[in-house]
C-alpha cells in the first residue's frame, strides 16, 4: 500500500484480547506480512499470543553483533510442548522490505522469506492453541522486556483456518494491497487486514482510530481519515 506502520521500539499494536478469532486451537493458519527493519539487536518481537503459558511468536534477531542482517523465528507452544523454526543469519537484510509467512500446514510449521520456503518444524505433539490473553504486534506483552521492534510493517494479515502456502515450493509474494480501500482495517470471520495509520483496538469499544470510534463494522462502509 502506499503506507505502513512505522514501530520505534516502544510502540506496538493490541488486539481484542481472549478474542475467539485468534484461537487457533489444531487449525491451519497463517501469518503473513512486509517487513522493513531499520535495526537488527538481539530478539525483537514482531508478533506475539501468548496467555504466560501457550504462544504463538515470530521474533526478528541476531545471533551476533557483526550482522549487517538478521534471522526470523516462528515459535508455537502449547504451554507444555514447544516448537521452534529459525531462518539461516542474515536472512532478512535491514532498510529492504521483505514479505514473511509463518504458516501452519497440518502437522507442520513453515517459515517463507520472499516467498522462497526456509524450513519446517513438526508440531504433531502439541495439543490445541487456544485464545492468549495477550495479542501484540511490534512488542513483547511484557512491554517492559524491552524487546520492541523497530521498522516498518505493512500488509499485516492474520489468517485462521487456512494455510496460504504450503510445501517446500516458492510462489510469488502478494504486491497489491490486501485491503481493496486505499487505507483502513478490514475484519472478516477468519482474517485481520491492518494497513496505514494509527489503529488501536477497545475491549467493547469497537475499533478506534486516532479517537474515532466505530461500534458495529461493516465491510466497505467506513473510511477513516489519517
Same mark, same amino acid.
Given at each position: 500500500?502506499?503506507?505502513?506502520?512505522?514501530?520505534?521500539?516502544?510502540?506496538?499494536?493490541?488486539?481484542?484480547?481472549?478474542?475467539?478469532?485468534?484461537?487457533?486451537?489444531?487449525?491451519?493458519?497463517?501469518?503473513?506480512?512486509?517487513?522493513?527493519?531499520?535495526?537488527?539487536?538481539?530478539?525483537?518481537?514482531?508478533?506475539?499470543?501468548?496467555?504466560?503459558?501457550?504462544?504463538?511468536?515470530?521474533?526478528?534477531?541476531?545471533?551476533?553483533?557483526?550482522?549487517?542482517?538478521?534471522?526470523?523465528?516462528?515459535?508455537?507452544?502449547?504451554?507444555?510442548?514447544?516448537?521452534?523454526?529459525?531462518? &539461516?543469519?542474515? =536472512?532478512?537484510? /535491514?532498510?529492504?522490505?521483505?514479505?514473511?509467512? $509463518?504458516?501452519?500446514? #497440518?502437522?507442520? !510449521? %513453515?517459515?517463507?522469506?520472499?516467498?522462497?520456503?526456509?524450513?519446517?518444524?513438526?508440531?504433531?505433539?502439541?495439543?490445541?492453541?487456544?485464545?492468549?490473553?495477550?495479542?501484540?504486534?511490534?512488542?513483547?506483552?511484557?512491554?517492559?522486556?524491552?524487546?520492541?521492534?523497530?521498522?516498518?510493517?505493512?500488509?499485516?494479515?492474520?489468517?485462521?483456518?487456512?494455510?496460504?502456502?504450503?510445501?517446500?515450493?516458492?510462489?510469488?509474494?502478494?504486491?497489491?494491497?490486501?485491503?481493496?480501500?486505499?487505507?483502513?482495517? &478490514?475484519?472478516? =470471520?477468519?482474517? /485481520?487486514?491492518?494497513?496505514?495509520?494509527?489503529? $488501536?483496538?477497545?475491549? #467493547?469499544?469497537? !475499533? %478506534?482510530?486516532?479517537?474515532?470510534?466505530?461500534?458495529?463494522?461493516?465491510?466497505?462502509?467506513?473510511?477513516?481519515?489519517?
Amino acid at each position: 500500500g502506499a503506507t505502513s506502520i512505522y514501530f520505534d521500539g516502544s510502540d506496538y499494536l493490541t488486539l481484542p484480547a481472549t478474542n475467539s478469532d485468534f484461537a487457533y486451537s489444531s487449525e491451519d493458519f497463517t501469518i503473513d506480512f512486509w517487513m522493513y527493519p531499520t535495526s537488527a539487536t538481539f530478539s525483537r518481537t514482531v508478533a506475539q499470543q501468548t496467555n504466560g503459558g501457550m504462544f504463538c511468536n515470530i521474533w526478528y534477531h541476531r545471533t551476533n553483533a557483526g550482522q549487517s542482517a538478521a534471522n526470523v523465528s516462528f515459535i508455537l507452544s502449547d504451554g507444555t510442548n514447544t516448537v521452534e523454526i529459525t531462518t &539461516n543469519d542474515d =536472512t532478512v537484510p /535491514l532498510n529492504e522490505w521483505s514479505h514473511i509467512a $509463518a504458516v501452519r500446514d #497440518g502437522s507442520n !510449521i %513453515r517459515l517463507y522469506v520472499d516467498g522462497v520456503h526456509q524450513l519446517a518444524g513438526d508440531v504433531s505433539s502439541l495439543g490445541a492453541i487456544v485464545s492468549g490473553t495477550y495479542h501484540y504486534i511490534g512488542q513483547y506483552w511484557n512491554t517492559g522486556g524491552g524487546e520492541g521492534y523497530t521498522g516498518y510493517l505493512d500488509e499485516i494479515r492474520i489468517s485462521r483456518g487456512i494455510a496460504r502456502w504450503t510445501g517446500t515450493g516458492s510462489f510469488t509474494p502478494p504486491s497489491a494491497s490486501y485491503y481493496k480501500g486505499a487505507k483502513g482495517l &478490514n475484519i472478516k =470471520t477468519d482474517e /485481520l487486514y491492518v494497513q496505514g495509520g494509527d489503529v $488501536a483496538f477497545d475491549t #467493547g469499544k469497537g !475499533i %478506534r482510530f486516532d479517537g474515532d470510534t466505530l461500534d458495529d463494522y461493516e465491510e466497505g462502509t467506513f473510511s477513516p481519515t489519517f
